[in-house]
């Protein structure tokens, strides 16, 4: 009795330490469930005080406006789509652009032949009145009073109302706008001739290589040097690697600018990942770790089979290493992958920018497209947590197995 009593009281005790677990993970993930609920919106709702995380839009409705038309035509390779906003001699008229937002507010001088009149598109709205719902949108609003015309097919369709703007609620549907990645990718190509963000994730993918192979290969030497080789000094040198975990970065910036600037690699991607070939105290420490708990009698072996110091290191200790090998790596590619700093203080060329520094460039340019920059941004979390997801064992494996021996 007393051991079903305990068992019970096990039970009950790990289900609530599961529940606040599972509590505390969806509080952790809201962030990015926000995120991508918001990359896949319409411009109009990411600028709304409503919480929603599933994406909406409102509901459509065309039509011709004889008091303001709206015309289409041909301009640089592109449909845009604006307004008459003055004549000229010959048959020529000024248009003014208003879409697509690249070349917002652009006049140029245009044939009346070319311009074509399109429908405008607004949202729909409904109304109640005398108990029944019309549906309808606004042709135009003054001082808070709209003129709301039904449409539909019951007989009031046509009928043009006056009432308060306050009293219509905006018709919404599920409207998932997966185009808001490819028009991410592909923002500034029609002015730059290519796509900028295609460049910044080359040029970010060839930096994570440069600095993961870096931190891996070097840090893996001095790790073994101080964990399994005997010289005088090392544990005063290993103290002395851990005590620079204590310098903030901000105090050895100008520092290493002004000798980056001198050896005249300003501007270029050397200054990011040269450094990573020298060794960092945290990977250090943590291969260190490891590699103690290692048997020396496998090192032993190897000796007496002839092999030498750097044999054994190759060809023994490093395939016994892969979980810790994984999880410095998968550190350096996020550290990598995620830096904007180091990008901000030695890349001064568009063309060597980085997708950290991009998404600022970004946000600079596109202003409050939210629904673009979370797209973006999306775009840019999707390849650590894919590689995380499939390199957690390995990650998890390296991290238990890293404490197991001082």
Not at 29 to 54: G, R
Request: aromatic share 14%; hydrophobic share 45%; with cysteine.
């Amino acid at each position: 009795m007393a051991k079903r009593r305990k068992s019970r009281s096990s039970l009950a005790q790990h289900a609530v330490i599961h529940a606040v677990l599972i509590a505390l993970g969806c509080v952790f993930i809201i962030p990015l469930v926000w995120m991508l609920s918001t990359s896949l919106k319409v411009i109009e709702e990411t600028a709304t005080s409503e919480i929603n995380f599933i994406p909406m839009e409102q509901v459509k409705h065309e039509y011709f406006d004889a008091d303001d038309p709206i015309y289409e035509t041909e301009h640089l390779g592109q449909t845009v789509r604006g307004k008459i906003s003055g004549e000229i001699e010959n048959g020529q008229v000024e248009f003014l652009i208003t879409d697509p937002p690249g070349q917002l507010y652009k006049k140029i001088p245009m044939d009346r032949s070319a311009l074509k009149e399109v429908p405008k598109t607004t949202g729909v709205y409904e109304f109640d009145r005398d108990g029944l719902v019309f549906p309808g949108f606004i042709r135009s609003e003054e001082d808070g009073i709209a003129q709301f015309e039904i449409i539909g097919s019951s007989s009031e369709a046509g009928t043009v109302l006056e009432v308060p703007k306050d009293d219509l609620r905006p018709v919404k549907e599920v409207s998932f706008q997966f185009h808001n990645f490819a028009d991410a990718i592909s923002y500034g190509e029609q002015t730059l001739g290519y796509k900028p963000f295609l460049v910044y994730a080359r040029n970010t993918i060839l930096f994570c290589i440069l600095f993961v192979g870096g931190v891996v290969i070097s840090n893996s030497i001095v790790a073994y040097s101080f964990a399994r080789l005997r010289w005088p000094g090392r544990d005063l040198v290993f103290a002395l690697t851990l005590a620079t975990m204590m310098i903030p970065f901000p105090v050895i910036m100008v520092p290493l600018f002004t000798l980056f600037v001198k050896l005249d690699w300003a501007g270029t991607f050397r200054p990011l990942w040269v450094p990573a070939w020298f060794g960092s105290a945290f990977s250090i420490f943590l291969l260190r770790q490891f590699y103690k708990s290692i048997p020396n009698e496998l090192s032993e072996a190897a000796k007496i089979d002839g092999c030498s110091e750097w044999g054994i290191y190759y060809k023994v200790i490093l395939p016994l290493t892969k979980p810790a090998l994984a999880v410095v790596a998968l550190f350096a590619f996020m550290s990598s992958w995620n830096d904007f700093l180091g990008p901000l203080i030695y890349l001064h060329s568009q063309e060597h920018f980085t997708l950290s520094l991009g998404l600022n460039f970004y946000r600079s340019q596109q202003g409050a497209q939210w629904h673009l920059l979370m797209a973006a941004s999306t775009v840019v979390l999707a390849p650590v947590i894919i590689l995380f997801f499939f390199t957690q064992r390995l990650f998890i494996q390296g991290i238990a197995a890293t404490g197991l021996k001082g």
